[in-house]
Each structure stands twice: as structure tokens, then as C-alpha cells.
């Protein structure tokens, strides 16, 4: 009869019904066990990285591990809707079109985010590094999802954003085997030509006593405006900065003193004015 369901009907139904149920639990669990692994791996990466001794910042690998899970629901959610007879491509393409206009909104937050990425795989720096980055000089603190933190070597923390971070032109000391330093030394004019030709010797008879240093060399180099100046270039075989500054502090000190004993003088601007004399008629 016209308006009524017969038994085979309401079978089909229901059996239609179970199949959907069935899909969906299937695809729940399925989805929940794709979840588990990613969390396993996460945290297997994390594990074996500090056991390496790796500085990492877990907020970098926890955002990957959630952004992974929103894809993986996504795809799931798509691929059941399809099998249960709905069109999904104006959703695909609703999806499409409205993470277009997030993404434009949030543009900056997402080159910050896209920034931390490739510091994260790349890793031209790590924290605990001494990086200088323009005129920002300092030891990496933190990297953070959208910024990095910097302790200048005046104590305030400096941040930047990420994207800064990966367009800007970052030295990195962590990686320098040894510092290379060269600096000058001015004398006067009046230093005789003997005591001048001793002066290579006596910086580096300085340099080759100093621990962790290595001579490079000492050169006669110009003639300045007041003064004679040697040009000198030595190692420092640890990159800390501190040793650096430990050792040129020595060299200084020894090279003022050889040269008080020495009896040669240190130049300093200076003026000479020559007058001549008019005699009147």
C-alpha cells in the first residue's frame, strides 16, 4: 500500500543505518589509534633528543604534534561525510576559501609560526648559542613559537620575532673552532728605527707565552697621522668570549709593560705648530 514501509523496507534501513554507525565507530578508532602514534613518536623524538644532549624547546613539537591531529580529524571527518552519501567538495572548497581569509588576517602570526619551523629543522642556531644579529648581540634564552628570546651581553632579554630571525643574517659562534682578533698598536715618531724593528719580537715572544692563544703575526703597517702603527693578528684556540677577552686583556697588560721597560712611548693625538719668525725692517 501507497504510504506504508514494508519489513523488507525497514531491514534495508536499517541495515543502511548499521553500516553508517559502523563506518563511523571504525573510522573513530582508527583515528584514535593514527593519534596515539603520533603522540608516541612526538614523544620519542623528544626523549631521544635530550638524551643526545639537544636543547629543545617541547612548544615547537607539541604545536606539530597538534596540527598533525586537526589534519588527521579533517580527512577523517571528509572520507565518512563522502561515504554517507554527502557532497563534500563546497565543503573542501568552504574550507579552502576560509582558511584563505584566516590566513591573510593572521598573515604576520603565520610567517612567525612558519619561521619557527624552519629554525626548528634547520637549525642555524640553538638555545645556549651566541649569535650576533644585526646590532643584537647575545645567548639564545628561548625559541619560542612566534619569537625568540635574547640575553644581550648588558643582561636585558631581547625579543624577536621569528621571522626576523630566519631573514636576517645571523652569525652564529657556537660553530667557530677558534677567534681570530687582530688589533693595533701606535708608537710614537720619535721611536728610534732600532727599537721598532724589536717590536714584532717582543709581541710576540707576548702572544706564544699567553695559554689557548696562538700567534698569527705582527707587521710594521702604516705610517698614521700621529702616530707609527703595528698591525697584529693572533688566535684565540676556545671561541668563549670571555676567554677572548681574558687573553687580550693579558696581551695588553704585557705589551704595556715590555714596552715601559723597553722605553718605547705610546703615541696620543698630538699637534706640533711650527712658527716662523718675521723680523720686521
Request: hydrophobic content about 45%; charged content about 25%; overall charge neutral.
Amino acid at each position: 500500500m501507497t504510504g506504508t514501509i514494508s519489513r523488507s523496507q525497514i531491514q534495508k534501513l536499517f541495515n543502511q543505518n548499521e553500516a553508517y554507525l559502523s563506518l563511523i565507530i571504525v573510522a573513530y578508532y582508527l583515528v584514535k589509534v593514527i593519534i596515539e602514534i603520533i603522540n608516541f613518536g612526538t614523544s620519542k623524538i623528544i626523549k631521544q633528543r635530550e638524551k643526545e644532549g639537544e636543547k629543545l624547546d617541547a612548544s615547537i613539537v607539541r604545536l606539530l604534534n597538534n596540527i598533525l591531529k586537526v589534519i588527521v580529524w579533517l580527512i577523517a571527518i571528509l572520507l565518512v561525510l563522502q561515504n554517507l552519501g554527502f557532497d563534500v567538495t563546497a565543503l573542501i572548497a568552504g574550507l579552502g576559501i576560509g582558511g584563505l581569509a584566516i590566513a591573510l588576517a593572521v598573515q604576520t602570526v603565520l610567517s612567525d609560526i612558519f619561521s619557527c619551523f624552519t629554525i626548528y629543522f634547520d637549525k642555524p642556531f640553538e638555545v645556549g648559542d651566541f649569535i650576533v644579529l644585526g646590532d643584537i648581540s647575545g645567548t639564545v634564552k628561548k625559541i619560542g613559537i612566534k619569537s625568540t628570546r635574547i640575553q644581550s651581553l648588558w643582561g636585558e632579554e631581547i625579543v624577536v620575532s621569528n621571522k626576523e630571525m630566519t631573514e636576517t643574517k645571523i652569525k652564529n659562534y657556537k660553530e667557530m673552532e677558534k677567534r681570530r682578533v687582530e688589533f693595533y698598536i701606535g708608537v710614537k715618531y720619535k721611536t728610534p728605527t732600532e727599537y721598532l724593528k724589536r717590536i714584532p719580537d717582543i709581541v710576540k715572544e707576548i702572544i706564544e707565552k699567553i695559554e689557548f692563544c696562538q700567534f698569527g703575526r705582527v707587521h710594521f703597517y702604516k705610517f698614521g697621522e700621529f702616530s707609527l702603527i703595528f698591525d697584529v693578528v693572533y688566535y684565540v684556540l676556545i671561541p668563549d668570549y670571555d676567554a677572548y677577552m681574558a687573553v687580550q686583556q693579558e696581551i695588553n697588560l704585557g705589551i704595556k709593560e715590555r714596552f715601559e721597560h723597553e722605553e718605547i712611548e705610546f703615541a696620543y693625538p698630538t699637534q706640533t705648530i711650527f712658527v716662523n719668525k718675521i723680523e720686521q725692517l
